[in-house]
């Protein structure tokens, strides 16, 4: 707290009297405008953001491992990226669990992939392929090759992921299944990026972990509205009693956040935060690739319920609304110093929040940059937005 000390300290020992100023009426209203989204911001950091950040990890004991052991289909597709399969799906493969399968979904690679897959299926039985060898429906996206993987597995739980990612450690799968213990239908999980000493890195780094505090926190508040198609599951049942994608499949883009929006509910997602359950993706470390990435969950984002789409914007407007409101007080002479006062107060706030579920999350530690990049994000998204309303293929 010695960011609020220091200017605790610069107040009183200013010449100014905050009590004798005589205030523009303007001013004044904006500064309590400020004060009110200042407070609203602490509020939710605290309320949501705090699920994920004071999140207290509870390891599952042996007898509990033992308890509950379903059969899970780990499901995956994958499109010309032999590199990665080869270096991490036999994490995958390898985890210490007692029945399970890896289903891989070869969406017409023109790489090494099913070479690699072949190589690979000699080794371990428990990996099954399905290759497709051309889109004979047309459909763009994963929807369609991912729902073949899902009706080609075997087993009770299915268990999503993707081939730049592997978990951290052998008891993954173990720590995932956990969730449906209490009955549920959906368990979500975080996905964490390799850290890179680059720029592209620390955004990614960011915007990674402040949609996590959101939307997990969110769930774990009995609102659930997407997930990570990198690290979440549901029963096989429940997929196709839901209709699965189809009537997704005309949208090229949120096989994962949009069946989340769509189906789960207060009473059948749970949240799974232990760090057995963290896996940890390859990050884009080109500019282009990113912007692609982020066009394509901003079109997701266009098919979310109304609820939805204003939780997922709530606080970047209502940062937003801060910075302008501040602007507008001092504009209608309401003095600095108390205007930035609260902002204050909000830095601090903010970055004990980002600080804790850095540590939950064992992300790369951004908590000190976080009021810097959200201002940089107000530019970065509202500029991607909306070039992406004018993108017909992504």
Not at 2 to 21: G, H, Q
Not at 75 to 98: F, R, S, T, W
Not at 199 to 220: D, R
Request: proline residues 3%; positive net charge.
């Amino acid at each position: 707290m010695w960011i609020f000390d220091t200017f605790v300290c610069f107040y009183i020992n200013n010449d100014m009297d905050f009590l004798d100023y005589q205030f523009n009426t303007v001013g004044f209203y904006f500064a309590i405008i400020l004060g009110i989204i200042i407070l609203f911001q602490i509020l939710y950091y605290f309320i949501v953001y705090g699920r994920v950040a004071f999140f207290k990890d509870n390891n599952l004991t042996t007898d509990e491992k033992q308890k509950y052991i379903p059969s899970v289909s780990v499901v995956m597709c994958v499109k010309d990226d032999a590199y990665n399969l080869e270096k991490k799906l036999p994490i995958i493969l390898e985890q210490e669990y007692p029945n399970f399968e890896v289903v891989v979904v070869n969406d017409a690679s023109k790489d090494e992939t099913e070479y690699v897959l072949r190589v690979l299926q000699e080794i371990y039985p428990n990996l099954n392929v399905v290759n497709l060898y051309n889109n004979v429906n047309g459909f763009l996206g994963k929807k369609y090759p991912l729902s073949l993987g899902i009706k080609s597995a075997k087993n009770e739980i299915i268990l999503l992921t993707e081939s730049d990612t592997m978990p951290l450690n052998y008891n993954w799968i173990t720590t995932m299944v956990k969730g449906f213990r209490q009955k549920k239908d959906i368990v979500l999980g975080f996905t964490n990026f390799e850290q890179k000493p680059t720029f592209l890195n620390t955004l990614m780094q960011y915007e990674n972990l402040t949609s996590a505090m959101n939307y997990l926190g969110n769930a774990m508040l009995n609102n659930p509205y997407m997930g990570q198609g990198r690290n979440m599951a549901y029963k096989r049942e429940f997929f196709f009693e839901t209709g699965g994608f189809i009537s997704q499949y005309n949208i090229s883009v949120g096989e994962d956040d949009l069946f989340i929006n769509k189906n789960a509910n207060s009473k059948n997602t749970a949240v799974v935060l232990n760090r057995d359950s963290i896996n940890l993706a390859s990050p884009k470390e080109k500019r282009e690739e990113w912007v692609i990435q982020k066009k394509k969950h901003f079109k997701s984002m266009s098919h979310f319920k109304l609820k939805d789409k204003i939780i997922s914007t709530l606080m970047p407007f209502a940062t937003l609304l801060i910075y302008v409101s501040v602007a507008l007080s001092i504009l209608f002479q309401f003095p600095w110093q108390y205007a930035i006062l609260p902002l204050v107060l909000k830095y601090t706030f903010q970055i004990i929040v980002y600080y804790k579920s850095s540590k939950t999350l064992a992300t790369k530690q951004v908590a000190f940059l976080s009021p810097l990049l959200e201002v940089l994000f107000l530019f970065i998204n509202t500029t991607i937005r909306f070039f992406t309303l004018f993108t017909k293929k992504i």
